[in-house]
């Protein structure tokens, strides 16, 4: 027994020492910007609907990494794609698009209001592709 809590306080220790969290980081995240959103015409509720978003890459080393979704009310939603950026220094300018899937269950009987972000406007507020989908 002994033996086992030294390999794992070892481990332990490894992992944290070996763990270097503020250098060197060689990626950021930031907001991607939403193109358009494939909704169906209605949601069936208690059901899973897949969601396809395309989203603008604005270099080759920007890639797909999440969705943040903020819940403005029991059926709005606001949601930002987030990309993952590598830093580095040889980057394609413009690689163009990508396309992400984001799951859907609509539990409420109310029509679903979301709200995709597409970037900022010149006074600098953000914008969004606004989609309101009924629920059968």
Known sequence: MPKKLLSLGSLILLL????????????QFIPLEVLSADLPEAFDQNEQHNINITFR????????????ISVQSTTERNIVAIGSVLTQDDCAENDG????????????????T???YTGVNGNGDPEYLEYIVPVR
């Not at 944290?16 to 060197?24: A, K, L, M």
């Not at 890459?57 to 969705?67: E, I, L, Q, V």
């Not at 698009?97 to 679903?112: C, S």
């Open 114 to 116: 979301f709200r995709f």
């Open 97 to 112: 698009t990508g396309d992400a899937v984001l799951n859907f269950t609509a539990l409420e009987t109310a029509p679903y």
């Open 57 to 68: 890459r604005p270099d080759g080393c920007t890639f797909f990494h999440a969705f943040d």
């Open 16 to 27: 944290f020492v070996g763990c270097d969290i503020d250098s060197n980081e060689n990626f």
